[in-house]
């Protein structure tokens, strides 16, 4: 009974939920309102216009082994970016469920700069679906943002999932198109708000804010919200030398409160390590 249950749940979180939270402690302790900010390997999932920001080679995991305490609902990613002359090329993956239904997709990203003023980026997705006994199937389907700066303070993105309205075994709309624009806004050096609109072209649009706050010279204050679903989220980072560590929460209004954190490994400006671990 307990594996009905949890496959029915994993199909829901997988179709209504999961989508909205992208990987990275700093992402969600600020409810992922960070399409026009952008700024780490992450970025390849959440705005691929945001990995041309970085002029060094970046990589990042990230691992849940149990949301919500369940392992069930584990879930994995891994992101590389290298930047070049003619823009910057990025590589990821993500693995998520159990044995009786996994979800893996690989994510090749380009993303282009110009002037340090408009940034562009596209990815394509492969994405693959494996349910016990009954198979797998798997689909492509393109990404798309962009991310311009108005001022050297403010910033607008933009992100398009699902271009091609791909879909598996007929099924419409199974992998949503969503639709994400939002604003980065730094009021002063050190602390920035964001604002963004996430609209599933099935549901009503979500309102996400989020506020990232370097309080002093070795520590990151981060709060957000969101609606559908509800959403309050918070964490901290913790930067010292080459180390860092980010620590995230966020509530769901039927699975309660999970917990994560991220430690960072940075060996000089062009040659950043992320790993990112995740506890509940």
């Not at 249950?5 to 989508?19: N, R």
């Not at 390849?44 to 949301?67: C, H, K, M, T």
């Not at 990821?92 to 997709?105: A, P």
């Not at 962009?146 to 403010?154: P, S």
Request: glycine share 8%.
């Amino acid at each position: 009974m307990r594996i009905i249950f949890t496959l029915c749940l994993i199909l829901t979180f997988c179709i209504a939920i999961f989508p909205q939270y992208n990987p990275g402690a700093k992402q969600i302790s600020i409810a992922n309102s960070d399409v026009a900010l952008s700024n780490d390997v992450f970025s390849l999932f959440s705005n691929p216009a945001g990995l041309a920001q970085l002029n060094w080679r970046e990589v990042g995991i990230y691992y849940s082994p149990a949301p919500f305490g369940l392992t069930e609902l584990s879930n994995g990613y891994v992101a590389y970016n290298e930047p070049f002359s003619f823009g910057s090329l990025a590589i990821g993956g993500m693995t998520y469920g159990f044995d009786l239904y996994r979800e893996s997709k690989v994510l090749l990203g380009y993303s282009y700069n110009y002037h340090n003023i408009l940034f562009a980026g596209v990815t394509v997705n492969y994405h693959n679906f494996s349910i016990q006994k009954y198979g797998s199937t798997g689909v492509f389907y393109f990404n798309a943002g962009g991310l311009v700066y108005l001022l050297d303070e403010l910033r607008w993105g933009f992100l398009v999932t699902n271009i091609n309205r791909a879909s598996v075994a007929d099924i419409d709309d199974q992998i949503p198109m969503v639709l994400l624009t939002g604003f980065s806004f730094d009021i002063i050096d050190n602390f920035s708000l964001n604002f963004a609109l996430e609209k599933d072209i099935r549901y009503n649009p979500s309102v996400q804010f989020g506020i990232d706050y370097n309080i002093i010279e070795y520590l990151s204050l981060r709060i957000g919200a969101s609606n559908e679903p509800s959403r309050f989220t918070a964490g901290l980072g913790i930067n010292y030398s080459i180390f860092s560590l980010d620590y995230a929460f966020f509530t769901h209004p039927d699975l309660g409160l999970t917990h994560q954190a991220v430690i960072i490994l940075s060996f000089g400006k062009f040659n950043l390590l992320k790993f990112s671990f995740i506890k509940s």
